[in-house]
């Protein structure tokens, strides 16, 4: 067997022992309550066992990382997937971290499916090794990109213990404006991340099953000189077009719940040839992920914040709060040497000039700036607890716009190989 | 404020009008704040902070502006706001051709929201005024907040008293209370010797009974280094507007030739840009044969004119200072000057040929002779013929009139006009047109125009070896950066700064014992939770266990 | 601080206000780069002319002078340069000399369009495209009123009328 397969079977047994760690948290939380057991023993006992599986599990990755770099001759992180899965080895080496400075094992039961979710994610993109442009031949890539993975990292885990704060303050028998608002605002939080895991979903569905829709878009662009030149091109669809291309020809399309042409026309003002398919990969993730929320809230029957609420009942929000700042305060100096000085001096090397206002570059600065206005707030009394917590939650929401929302929304020199 | 306040307090020190916290012991000097029990506020360890005055004048409230933290944050969250739109279209400063035209180009492109955002001039987002104008009113702000609070903390940590007062323990974010059956005296140093197996350093008072422990005081000094950084930096963005100090433009170079680098007395030849793909066994199933590229580089000399730099009538000397080959992350290096490998083009030029010519009726040919495509020259004598050169054309055409013209000054479609004398043509010559491209005899049918005398004569260029031609131009980007080295060093400062401030926390543990009734305060700037962990562990090294979380009092918010 | 107090503020916010403001006014002026400004010297030169002959700049101090960029690819260069030699008759007398510096083609293509069209005004040629460049052409053809003081009175981008040319000429002058 060749490196590369070990590999891969390494970051299937990573993403297993991650899902079981993540269950024995679950049962951790939620077997207190059961029959015959001490619940500070079993919620203990349980949670020691996650935690030795997760370990296990960050093994496991750390071996397909460096499996991956010598079967394949350069360290694994030029394309999307292989910086995804990075990003999520880098968060798991950071709650392993967190974990050994507070012992609050429950914060697992967050980090672990932040993890999960981020590693099924980069699976949907190409996973093949992909040789090296010449602009990433570089030590630099080596020091800059995993540096910048290990601050995010750090910002994930301030998320996972923010998010755990507000579900266990905000209050769901408040009935005030204000509570209401509170408690709405964290419901569309979860929402959001079901619509990510609804995007999985649906890409992993439609590409095993095999589907596949193709279109011929005639475009008219504009050069530099403001000459006008059309062009076509075939896009090619992994999802049930609900929202074909703007000004297009369908070539085939495979039939689904007996559509057999695209359902609406992507609007003009949609710009670029593949912006028909992401809208239509958006709205069929907003969809399935709306889907599997109603499922769930139609078994528990109540608010998805509300039936999590009840979980994090042992635990000590002040101690989420610290944890939340400090894994932020550990990040940050990581991420401004990694993410910001490194990208610098490497940009210099390579284009001749340290800074560029590429998109990229911008929203690195953004979340530095965003980041650093955090730091600067929990200065100020009364910036403690639920404004903290809402603020590392944003917070993490600008860093996967910068990792991915740039790439996938704005083009520029930064754009990853192997983006679908 | 026209009443005089009295500000000596009890233990005998005058302190300065302003002060929180009696800079001695450190008792509450305000009677509010005496009698409430809320954990103190120990900014500046509640040292006046004479920059908050009473009457601020014009100036002082300009600096009272920038000196504020709460204003620092909204400069900081509308900068990133800012930033944000202009990542929303590419800014026009991605496009480098001189034919760029903003004003048409986001309305034709993006309809009416580019149309909006060219109006907004947000196209040119970083070098916008109110952009420039947010980041100077950063600058200053971290200026003036560093100023106003650098000293007072370097003072109120500089002078520091041991015995504090009892009030100031108990109101600590960390404290505790309790009774010892130890002699105080052996206690306190006990306690002394275990923190200092946790790197604080002890201090003890004349009496015995009192002691300071401090630790990584050198970590409240970070922010103020990384502000000093961030200063450097901004400052040494800003210097790279001085003409001359930013240098960044293009220069276009086909294989073998010397081009000069506008604004400088630098030449660079290119010895030949080169590319190589990777081959289908090194792609993945689906990027074969996508033409994905592995290398591109060039080797190029680096000339300096030596003489007659400003002469275009001479031509400047030129001497060799440097060879390298460019590669995207491997520039050319020299003094301050630094050629990046930016694009390339493979559009082939020819150069030059060196044809034979044939007599067609005896079927003998002679030569070759060079003919260059730039400058060539005028008379040849090959064989029996003598050929003059008496026009040329580098891109011929015919124009509406139908007269020979040439439609660019690139050797596209190259014609030359020949006087030709030789055997069996008339004593005055002949003229005769030579399309040295095969691609331009079809098409302007060379043999038509030439008419009796295609019959007599031909010119061929007998395979490629006798075609000179460049294969390829590379760009490369010219860079010179004065300002640069500043902006590192202003990052390592500011680096510095920032580890040095948040991976070390200050400490300080106080405590008093009075008839055996020990009373023990602590504080930190971040970290309660380490803090509140050492103070329990000495404690425990004394004999009093205890939860460490017991110790807090206020602590855990922050 | 202390009694440094005042002058500390003043000194920080003066520095603050003057860099800061040099910084804001630079986003203002960087508009144009590269152009040449009316009012401001034009960039020197040193030429060959057609028999081979140098030709500066500095040979036209005190005459009002203008330069003609073309090529003999440019339709429109060609097209508009018999007005510049029926106005280079006119203005002779008066001093106003016509320089048409050539955009580095070859001798032999040059002399002979120069000769076909009959032009008598001063011609010289270009050498590496170095000249345009410092002129900061952009398109062409492009046309440069000198006065005699050497700055800048006027540019024209693209083909010019002969009454065009007329006027430029007597603001040149007047001016």
């Given amino acids: ?420 | 404020m026209l009443l005089p306040v009295n500000t000596k307090c009890e233990c005998g020190h005058q302190n300065a009008v302003g002060t929180v916290l009696c800079e001695s012991c450190g008792k509450p000097i305000e009677k509010q704040l005496l009698d409430s029990n809320e954990p103190l506020e120990m900014r500046y360890d509640g040292v006046a902070r004479r920059s908050q005055k009473a009457n601020p004048d014009f100036l002082d409230k300009i600096w009272n502006f920038f000196s504020s933290v709460k204003i620092a944050i909204y400069l900081i969250i509308i900068t990133f706001l800012g930033a944000m739109l202009g990542t929303i279209f590419p800014q026009a400063s991605t496009f480098i051709s001189a034919n760029f035209n903003p004003s048409v180009y986001y309305a034709e492109q993006y309809g009416l929201p580019g149309q909006i955002y060219y109006f907004l001039g947000l196209h040119k987002t970083f070098s916008s005024w109110w952009f420039i104008t947010l980041l100077v009113m950063i600058g200053t702000s971290l200026v003036i907040c560093s100023i106003d609070r650098v000293l007072p903390l370097y003072r109120a940590l500089n002078k520091q008293q041991i015995r504090k007062h009892h009030s100031f323990l108990k109101r600590q974010k960390a404290t505790y209370s309790g009774q010892l059956t130890e002699e105080a005296n052996v206690w306190t140093v006990q306690y002394g010797e275990a923190l200092k197996k946790k790197g604080y350093k002890i201090h003890i008072d004349e009496s015995g009974t009192a002691l300071l422990a401090e630790k990584n005081r050198f970590s409240r000094w970070g922010p103020y280094i990384n502000h000093i950084g961030l200063i450097l930096f901004l400052l040494a963005v800003l210097a790279r507007g001085i003409p001359g100090w930013n240098v960044d433009q293009y220069v276009s170079v086909t294989d073998g030739d010397t081009a000069p680098i506008a604004g400088t007395n630098y030449y660079v030849k290119s010895e030949g840009f080169s590319m190589e793909l990777y081959n289908n066994e090194e792609l993945p199933e689906e990027l074969k044969d996508s033409g994905r590229v592995k290398t591109f580089k060039t080797d190029v000399v680096l000339y300096e004119c030596t003489a007659n730099c400003d002469d275009d009538f001479l031509q400047p000397e030129l001497t060799e200072v440097k060879q390298h080959t460019i590669l995207v992350n491997d520039p050319l290096r020299y003094k301050e000057l630094k050629l990046h490998q930016f694009d390339f083009n493979l559009t082939p030029r020819i150069n030059a040929v060196s044809p034979m010519i044939v007599n067609k009726e005896t079927g003998e040919s002679y030569g070759p002779f060079h003919l260059t495509m730039v400058n060539p020259e005028l008379h040849y004598e090959v064989g029996p013929y003598t050929l003059e050169l008496i026009d040329k054309y580098m891109d011929f055409s015919v124009n509406s009139d139908g007269e020979p013209i040439t439609i660019s000054s690139s050797p596209n479609a190259p014609a030359f006009i020949f006087n030709i004398k030789g055997p069996n043509l008339a004593a005055t010559g002949e003229v005769y047109m030579y399309f040295p491209l095969e691609k331009d005899k079809v098409r302007f049918s060379q043999d038509t125009i030439n008419r009796e005398l295609a019959n007599k004569i031909g010119i061929n260029v007998e395979g490629m070896e006798n075609v000179d031609y460049s294969a390829a131009t590379t760009y490369l980007n010219v860079r010179i950066d004065k300002a640069v080295k500043f902006l590192w060093i202003g990052a390592v400062f500011s680096m510095l700064g920032l580890i040095m401030g948040t991976y070390w926390q200050h400490r300080r543990i106080w405590l008093r014992i009075d008839d055996k009734q020990l009373t023990l305060g602590a504080h930190t700037n971040k970290n309660w939770f380490g803090l509140r962990a050492d103070a329990a562990y000495a404690l425990k090294r004394c004999g009093i266990e205890l939860d460490p979380k017991s110790l807090d009092n206020g602590g855990h918010k922050g | 601080m202390g009694k440094n107090r005042k002058k500390v503020q003043v000194i920080v916010l003066l520095l603050a206000f003057l860099i800061g403001g040099y910084a804001i006014f630079q986003t203002f002026t960087d508009d144009n780069n590269g152009t040449i400004k009316e009012g401001h010297a034009v960039p020197d030169f040193r030429l060959a002319n057609l028999q081979g002959e140098p030709v500066s700049l500095q040979d036209y101090k005190g005459t009002p002078l203008v330069i003609n960029f073309w090529g003999t690819f440019c339709e429109p260069c060609i097209r508009e340069m018999p007005s510049f030699e029926r106005q280079y008759t006119k203005w002779k007398e008066k001093g106003v000399e016509i320089v048409a510096i050539n955009l580095s083609e070859d001798t032999l293509t040059v002399s002979n369009y120069v000769k076909k069209l009959g032009v008598t005004y001063t011609v010289l040629r270009d050498v590496d495209r170095k000249t345009e460049k410092r002129y900061g052409l952009r398109s062409y053809p492009t046309t440069f009123f000198v006065n005699s003081d050497g700055t800048l009175s006027s540019v024209f981008v693209g083909e010019m009328l002969e009454a065009q040319i007329n006027e430029h000429i007597e603001d040149m002058i007047g001016g």
Wanted: proline share 4%; net charge positive.
């Fill in chain 1, 1 to 420: 067997m060749n490196w590369l397969d070990f590999s891969s079977s390494s970051f299937i047994a990573a993403f297993f022992l991650y899902v079981i760690s993540f269950i024995f948290y679950m049962v951790a939380v939620a077997g207190k309550k059961w029959a015959n057991r001490v619940p500070k023993e079993h919620e203990a006992r349980w949670s020691k066992r996650a935690f030795v599986i997760s370990t296990l599990g960050l093994l496991a990755h750390l071996s397909f990382f460096f499996t991956r770099w010598i079967g394949s001759g350069q360290i694994p992180t030029s394309n999307m997937y292989e910086f995804i899965t990075l990003l999520g080895m880098t968060i798991m080496i950071a709650y392993t971290i967190i974990h050994f400075i507070y012992k609050k094992p429950l914060l697992g039961m967050f980090a672990l499916p932040l993890t999960i979710i981020i590693i099924a994610y980069a699976s949907v993109f190409p996973q093949e090794v992909q040789p090296l442009i010449p602009a990433l031949q570089s030590n630099w890539l080596k020091i800059h990109v995993t540096m910048a993975a290990a601050g995010e990292a750090f910002f994930a885990v301030g998320f996972a213990a923010g998010l755990m704060y507000l579900l266990r303050v905000i209050d769901y028998k408040d009935t005030t404006k204000k509570g209401k608002r509170a408690q709405r605002w964290l419901e569309f939080t979860l929402i959001s991340i079901f619509v990510i895991i609804g995007f999985i979903v649906a890409a992993f569905a439609f590409k095993g099953a095999g589907y596949v829709a193709e279109f011929q878009q005639e475009t008219v662009s504009v050069s530099q000189v403001g000459e006008l030149t059309t062009s076509y091109e075939v896009v090619e669809y992994t999802m049930p077009p609900i929202f074909k291309p703007y000004n297009s020809e369908t070539l085939q399309v495979t039939k689904f719940l007996g559509m057999n042409d695209g359902l609406f026309e992507t609007p003009s003002w949609f710009n670029g040839v593949n912006s028909g398919r992401k809208l239509n990969t958006v709205v069929w993730s907003i969809i399935v992920g709306l889907i599997l929320y109603g499922i769930i809230r139609l078994i528990v029957r109540k608010p998805l914040g509300a039936a999590i609420h009840p979980m994090l009942d042992g635990i000590d929000p002040d101690d989420l709060d610290e944890i939340s700042y400090r894994s932020i305060v550990i990040g940050f100096p990581i991420f401004t040497l990694g993410g910001l000085i490194f990208a610098m001096i490497w940009a210099e090397i390579a284009w001749g000039r340290f800074w560029g206002w590429d998109p990229k570059e911008v929203w690195a600065l953004i979340t530095w700036l965003y980041y650093s206005a955090y730091l600067h707030f929990r200065l100020s009394r009364g910036w403690h607890g639920k404004p903290s917590a809402w603020l590392a939650v944003i917070g993490f929401v600008i860093v996967l716009f910068t990792l991915v929302g740039v790439n996938l929304l704005i083009a520029g020199m930064h754009s990853y190989a192997g983006v679908d």
